[in-house]
């Protein structure tokens, strides 16, 4: 019974982050104003963490490549 009712959240909140997301994007440009990174990080910290698939994929990809890198502790974001 407990398990239905977090799926049920789980799909309500991503179905709300979901616009969220695609607004704020998952990449950081020189060009975005502060308000607007504070948003993005927000936003993927919840859309990741509820396991919305796009989300998570990038995340993968973006730790991969950081790990590919020469030197990956000159790069830490």
């Known amino acids: ?32 104003e502060q308000l607007l990174i504070y948003k993005r990080v927000e936003v993927l910290r919840w859309a990741c963490a509820l396991g919305h698939e796009d989300c998570v994929k990038n995340a993968v990809l973006q730790f991969q490549h950081w790990r590919s890198s020469p030197n990956p502790d000159k790069n830490n974001p």
């Open 1 to 32: 019974m407990l398990y239905r009712r977090i799926s049920y959240f789980q799909g309500y909140f991503l179905n709300l982050i979901n616009r969220l997301y695609e607004e704020t994007g998952f990449i950081d440009k020189h060009t975005d």
